[in-house]
């Protein structure tokens, strides 16, 4: 179970970007966690957020959080959906998948 969503996960992105002088904007973010050696995956994730300035951990958070909205922009149904079943349903559409 430990290998689910190793890179995928806010405390991991947080381990990754520890010590980041804020304000920072993504490019910033990529180049820390590149730094800190973050698995490639971790990486993504930073790159999938939003090109803008980041004032703290808790904004990278929040971005992280919300970038499945992003994704999934070209389904505009999912969008349309409750803003707290999404990231319920992110979670759960790997389990069902099988």
Same mark, same amino acid.
Do not use: C, W
């Given at each position: 179970?430990?290998?689910? &969503?190793? &890179?995928?996960?806010?405390?991991?992105?947080?381990? /990754?970007?520890? %010590?980041? @002088? =804020?304000? *920072? $904007? +993504?490019? $910033?973010?990529?180049?820390?966690?590149?730094?800190?050696?973050? #698995?490639?995956?971790?990486? @993504? #994730?930073?790159?999938?957020? #939003? @090109?803008? #300035?980041? %004032? /703290?951990?808790? @904004?990278?958070?929040?971005? =992280? %959080?919300?970038? &499945?909205?992003?994704? %999934?922009?070209? +389904?505009?149904?999912?969008? !349309? !959906?409750?803003?707290?079943?999404? *990231?319920?349903?992110?979670?759960?559409?790997?389990?069902?998948?099988?």
């Amino acid at each position: 179970m430990a290998t689910r &969503g190793t &890179g995928h996960s806010p405390a991991n992105v947080t381990k /990754n970007l520890k %010590g980041i @002088d =804020f304000p *920072a $904007d +993504k490019k $910033d973010l990529v180049k820390h966690a590149q730094h800190m050696k973050a #698995e490639k995956v971790v990486i @993504d #994730e930073i790159q999938k957020m #939003e @090109d803008r #300035e980041y %004032g /703290n951990m808790a @904004d990278v958070m929040k971005a =992280f %959080g919300g970038k &499945g909205s992003e994704e %999934g922009s070209s +389904k505009s149904s999912s969008k !349309q !959906q409750q803003p707290g079943s999404q *990231a319920g349903q992110s979670k759960t559409h790997s389990k069902s998948h099988h």
